[in-house]
Structure formats: C-alpha cells, structure tokens
T-cell receptor, first 111, second 114 residues
C-alpha cells in the first residue's frame, strides 16, 4: 500500500461548481497536511496547510482532515477557470521527516 | 524577487552527456531539496541538504551528484545522461529540516534527453 493515495483524475467541472479533492494515507504518524496547486509548466505552490484533524477555511478553499479515517479533503467553492491546475496533497510526520506527496489530481474548470 | 530560482529552465541534450542544474534561494532557509517529477506528475524526492550537509539521499543512481557550496545554493550534476532521466527537476527549500510548514518550490528545469 502506498503511503499516500490520490485519484489522478482528470476532473472536469463547469464554472461555479463545488469541487472535492481527496487523499488517503496509511501512516498514522502524519500530522501536518498540505495542499499544493501546480499550474502547467510551473512549480507547486502551497495553497493550504493544516495541523492534525479539523477544518481550515481560506476564501473559497476549505481543507479538512479526518485523522481517524486517514482521509484529507480540499473543497473549492464557486470554482473558476483560473482554478484549473493539478492539486497535490502532501503530508509529514513532523520533526525531520520529509514531505510525502500524492500523485496529484488534474482539475479543469470549464467556463 | 524570485524566492527559489533554477537555471536553466529548459535543457535538451543527447544521451551520454553530462549536465548541471543550478538552484538558489533568497529566503534565508536552511534546507534545500531536489525533486524529480515524471510525466504522470508524481513528485519524488531525490536529495536534501541542511546547511550544506546531506540529510536525505533517496535511491538515486550515483550518476546524480548534488553539491551545496553554501546554504543558499544547491546544484545537481548528472553524468552519462539516459533517456529515462527526462523529467522536470524541481528545487525547493524550507525554513529548516522540519517539514511541517511545507516547502517553497522553484519553477522547474525541464530536461529532455534525446
């Protein structure tokens, strides 16, 4: 079983839709969770960061962590064509442990 | 000002050649990384340096040799390039070796071996 599993998609939605992106993981030591957004031919950029379980909201983006289920989600409300990108989840146990990335989900928001 | 900058952006070279990629960060971070992203977008760590000291060395062919002359710079030299080395190589940095705050990535070097 891979440490982090992420459905690669692709996912295509109309503008204004609510988008749900998800990752599951197997390492119960993970406690820091991130979502990165990567536009075509660019480097990943940190979008959301959460620690342990719970929700975090930033504008149209909400990150959720359920440690009991080893499941994290990113919700995008009122999706825009500018949200079209690949979204990668990443997580870490903290300390000097490295970040482990999911394979990324490619999202296209159609106007 | 670019936080993590890599050169070159594009590199096309023949099999068997030796090439280098350079990375510089102006964030004052202590830790730097090299990642390889394949055609399916999977990001795989290759190396990490903390304050010029190698701390992560994943299973990478020894044709790949990183060098960190100071904590703001991390270069990657690749000998005897092979077709399978074609990928995008990302440099990244973090405040320190604790990864919990995430990394800042450069914009990547797209390497094509022909």
């Amino acid at each position: 079983q891979k440490e982090v599993e992420q459905d690669p998609g692709p996912l295509s939605v109309p503008e204004g839709a609510i988008v749900s992106l998800n990752c599951t993981y197997s390492n119960s030591a993970f406690q820091y969770f991130m979502w990165y957004r990567q536009y075509s031919r660019k480097g990943p950029e940190l979008l959301m960061y959460t620690y342990s379980s719970g929700n975090k909201e930033d504008g149209r983006f909400t990150a959720q962590v359920d440690k009991s289920s080893k499941y994290i989600s990113l919700f995008i409300r009122d999706s825009q064509p500018s949200d079209s990108a690949t979204y990668l989840c990443a997580m870490s146990a903290g300390g000097s442990e490295k970040l482990v990335f999911g394979k990324g989900t490619k999202l296209t928001v159609n106007p | 000002d670019t936080a993590v900058s890599q050169t070159p952006k594009y590199l096309v070279t023949q099999m068997g050649n030796d090439k280098s990629i350079k990375c510089e960060q102006n964030l004052g971070h202590d830790t730097m990384y090299w990642y390889k992203q394949d055609s399916k977008k999977f990001l795989k760590i290759m190396f990490s340096y903390n304050n010029k000291e190698l701390i992560i060395n994943e299973t990478v062919p020894n044709r790949f040799s990183p060098k960190s002359p100071d904590k703001a710079h991390l270069n990657l030299h690749i000998n005897s390039l092979e077709l399978g080395d074609s990928a995008v190589y990302f440099c990244a940095s973090s405040q320190n070796r604790a990864s919990r705050y995430g990394y800042t990535f450069g914009s990547g070097t797209r390497l094509t071996v022909v």
